[in-house]
């Protein structure tokens, strides 16, 4: 029975965050407007809406977008991950790499920037993001190749670093991350609409910030390659790129202030947090005392599923309980194992339960 609840929430949580849940109520034509996100937009007055959505969400977010708005949609472009692509009618679909970049995923990111050339104060663009989309959407600065990116990207997932200083180094080596987007589609207006998969849901790190104001520096950058112990292991031409751009000879991202960001939305529709309140409604309906302890869990994946097990064992609260976390663990891959951080986290707690039942 317990089983059989435990699915029921799960799948309330992530039922929550589904794209035909999310869109239908951020995306809309009505009298004369398009409504997107929190901002609407007097019809006669738009010269083109560019739609683009990236992530391993983007072909059902681009699906829905068809069916609710594609009769106002200039071009439309769709970039997920292999064998998760749908049949569309107005979006190109581009499938590419993930977790580590590929050809296609560079492919993607000259299809984007390809796009936003020439726009005009009267051109929308909307920015559909879902997780996965750094990988999946990507470009390399002059000099740098996809196989000099390859390595450094397998080098940082596979380090411990997290998902900030994954990003931070991301950003700083792209025309697209770190708020390049917005540069790049200046003087459109733009309108982010955000599945965030990422630990406090800040636009600024999400799919490496493309749409927003970027607080790190090239300095940051090569910091995180030494607090690794990566910098003297990826290829030269991606120290010297980092290295002109200490030296003020390359230009910075887009700072917060900029006047860039003026015609700039960004909303996030989808969360963690959400997900987590759905699945803990969905408990208590079937009977359970829940408790959401943290939707903003970080750290190493061994030692905070033994932590999570020990705090189990310890509870004395009212029962059947439900105990509901979530966020993003780390952890420093050795080896040629297969599965994610999701999946050890989990194998460690049983492994945890296994160890005090011998006892």
């Known amino acids: 029975m317990f089983r059989r609840n435990a699915y029921e929430i799960f799948t309330a949580g992530v039922n929550s965050v589904l794209p035909e849940v999310l869109l239908p109520k951020n995306m809309y034509y009505k009298d004369g407007y398009l409504f997107l996100a929190d901002w609407k937009y007097r019809v006669n007055e738009i010269n083109n809406l560019i739609v683009i959505a990236a992530g391993k969400a983007a072909s059902d977010m681009s ?121 790049a589609a200046y003087p459109a207006s733009v309108v982010t609409m955000i599945i965030s998969d990422v630990v406090g849901d800040d636009p600024a790190t999400i799919a490496s910030g493309p749409t927003s104001p970027d607080s790190t520096t090239f300095e940051d950058a090569k910091n995180v390659l030494l607090k690794y112990g990566i910098w003297n292991l990826i290829h030269e031409s991606i120290r010297e790129h980092i290295h002109k751009g200490v030296c003020n000879e390359i230009e910075e991202t887009p700072k917060a202030g900029s006047f860039l960001f003026e015609k700039n939305h960004n909303k996030i529709i989808g969360s963690n947090k959400i997900c987590l309140e759905a699945a803990k409604l969905k408990a208590e309906q079937l009977g359970f005392h829940t408790i959401i302890l943290t939707d903003k869990m970080t750290g190493d994946t061994d030692t905070l599923s033994r932590k999570l097990i020990l705090n189990l064992l310890e509870y004395e609260g009212i029962k059947p309980a439900c105990i509901l976390l979530g966020g993003e663990t780390s952890l420093q891959v050795s080896g040629n194992g297969k599965g994610g951080r999701n999946q050890h986290f989990v194998l460690c707690a049983m492994n945890e339960l296994l160890k005090i039942k011998k006892k």
């Open 63 to 183: 699906k829905i977008t068809e069916e609710r708005i594609g009769n106002f949609i200039t071009k439309g472009l769709c970039i997920t991950k292999y064998n998760h692509a749908v049949t569309l009618k107005i979006f190109k679909t581009i499938e590419a790499g993930h977790p580590l970049p590929d050809n296609n995923s560079i492919l993607a990111g000259k299809e984007v920037l390809d796009a936003l050339k020439n726009l005009t104060p009267g051109d929308i663009v909307l920015l559909l993001l879902s997780g996965g989309a750094s990988s999946l959407l990507a470009d390399t600065p002059p000099g740098i190749t996809l196989e000099n990116l390859y390595h450094l990207s397998g080098l940082l997932i596979n380090s411990g670093a997290d998902i900030f200083e994954v990003n931070t180094v991301r950003k700083h080596l792209s025309q697209i991350k770190g708020g390049n987007f917005i540069k």
